[in-house]
């Protein structure tokens, strides 16, 4: 009976406490808070972006207080399963309208959009699926920069990318993008390394002091300075590198040359320089046979050198056969290099100019064959073409009998050929400007691109405050500029350089 009164007791306690409860409901009032509402109405669904390119996203917000209202998106990393995340996540905006560039490599994402009430604390929010991709398969890249530091412009046009699929656009900065800082020194060059059907593809920046190697697909740092090198005293103070015909890579450093063949990036090495007594002008001829493997010019003693092998040592070309009118000798050239690159028929065309007089040379080598010692085809005095002293910019056209000069503010077409004269072919660069650079459209390789392989021309311009680059169309045969320019691009610093970026078939 004892156990039984106690539970009557404890009983009636809380019949009591509950209703005291009830009365209590009546003392007070209650007021529903609202709750900031994200209208999803046009914005929702998945995203796609390209790396580098901008995220845009403009959300109407349903409150009555909207002044108290902030903002945070943020970029996580989606990860499936029990594992977490391995990049973190990334604050990307505080404003209600996102316009944010994207940097994350490539994957897919999660982007929250958080609303707070500031008054009350409370909180809304929204997540999108964000796919980034590469987007960086074709286009044109834009070396500029100052004296200490330097970035790239990814360019792309219709007429240099005339691809299904392929979207004109202007991506800019992307070292800074991709590595939170611009790429040091003076900017000298940037090149491209993509052999279709491998993985091979890998963009290369040179300046005075600095090296970098960067994915060629998404523009993400892979090695710098010495650890491009296999030994530990390597100099840096790179001038020109080449990606071959012959698939090999060559390097000019300080005034050396350094090869490697290999389609592995971890294997992309460079040992220590060809042995020899040279100094290098900042040209590789790309159209070098096998048995050749880097055709260069020695500046040192004017005369063209190829490496023995991979290990070996620098060698004069071959004499030429007894009772053979060579146009020249490759042992006793005796000029100062201007330019060489690869023109028609895959032959390969140097210009110089005398160490003493005025004369100005084209030749022209066939490094195609093994070094029998006819390699020579032809020589051409341009000592008489207009402007030709004033000339600071050279260019190669694969599809005629055509070549490019320009001064500060003219481009002549070079006929060598057939009158060997030059003609005015463009004349309308704006006052004030100078020109810093020239480069034909000519993508290595050019799967999908051959209509615009040599038929689109860039020159680069400086005004003193701000770098400018003109896209003109070119007639490869003739020589004939198109003008007006069919596309300006404004915004840069002064222009260093200008490659073209193919994408290759194959694996990417």
């Not at 015909?245 to 390097?251: D, E, G, K, Q």
């Not at 691009?489 to 970026?501: C, L, Y």
Request: aromatic share 12%; charged share 20%.
């Amino acid at each position: 009976m004892k156990i039984a009164f106690k539970h009557i007791i404890a009983g009636f306690a809380g019949l009591l406490l509950l209703n005291a409860c009830k009365k209590d409901l009546g003392n007070y009032s209650y007021t529903s808070v609202p709750v900031p509402v994200i209208d999803t109405t046009g914005i929702g669904g998945a995203r796609f972006v390209e790396r580098y390119g901008t995220l845009d996203i403009n959300p109407t917000i349903n409150y009555k207080n909207e002044g108290a209202l902030k903002y945070q998106w943020t970029m996580h990393q989606f990860v499936a399963g029990s594992s977490g995340p391995t990049i973190p996540s990334r604050v990307l905006s505080t404003s209600r309208h996102l316009s944010a560039l994207i940097t994350e490599t490539v994957g897919e994402y999660r982007l929250e959009l958080l609303v707070t009430d500031t008054a009350n604390a409370l909180k809304a929010n929204i997540l999108f699926t964000v796919t980034v991709s590469a987007g960086l398969e074709y286009g044109v890249m834009v070396l500029h920069g100052t004296a200490d530091s330097s970035d790239i412009d990814f360019i792309v046009t219709a007429n240099a990318i005339p691809v299904a699929g392929i979207n004109p656009r202007r991506l800019r900065g992307l070292y800074k993008a991709s590595t939170g800082t611009k790429f040091p020194g003076a900017p000298r060059f940037v090149s491209q390394e993509r052999r279709s059907f491998s993985t091979q593809n890998w963009i290369t920046l040179g300046s005075d002091k600095h090296l970098s190697r960067v994915s060629g697909s998404d523009f993400t740092l892979l090695r710098a300075d010495k650890q491009y090198f296999r030994r530990a005293d390597a100099v840096i103070a790179p001038e020109a590198l080449g990606f071959l015909a012959n698939s090999y890579t060559a390097l000019i450093n300080d005034g050396k040359l350094h090869i490697y063949n290999t389609t592995y990036e971890v294997d992309g090495l460079f040992g220590g320089p060809i042995d020899g007594d040279y100094k290098l002008a900042p040209y590789v001829a790309y159209q070098s046979a096998s048995s050749v493997l880097a055709a260069v010019y020695d500046q040192k003693y004017g005369r063209f050198l190829r490496p023995s092998g991979m290990g070996g040592f620098m060698v004069d070309f071959t004499v030429a056969p007894a009772n053979t009118n060579a146009p020249f000798n490759h042992r006793q050239i005796g000029k100062d290099m201007l330019f060489m690159d690869r023109g028609f028929s895959g032959n390969t065309h140097s210009f110089f100019k005398d160490r003493t007089g005025n004369g100005y040379w084209l030749y022209i080598s066939n490094f195609n064959k093994t070094d029998d010692g006819t390699l020579a085809i032809a020589a051409y005095d341009m000592t008489n073409l207009p402007e030709i002293a004033s000339a600071k910019y050279f260019q190669t056209s694969e599809l005629g009998y055509i070549d490019f000069y320009a001064t500060d503010r003219k481009v002549y077409a070079y006929n060598y050929q057939g009158s060997n004269t030059a003609t005015l072919a463009l004349d309308n660069i704006p006052s004030g400007e100078t020109i810093t650079c020239m480069r034909l459209f000519k993508p290595r390789p050019n799967y999908n691109l051959t209509t615009s392989d040599g038929a689109v021309l860039y020159i680069a311009t400086w005004n003193g405050t701000q770098g400018k680059v003109y896209e003109y169309m070119v007639n490869g045969n003739s020589g004939q500029i198109t003008t007006p320019a069919a596309q300006v691009f404004e915004g840069f610093d002064k222009v260093a350089d200008i490659s073209a970026k193919g994408r290759g078939s194959g694996t990417y």
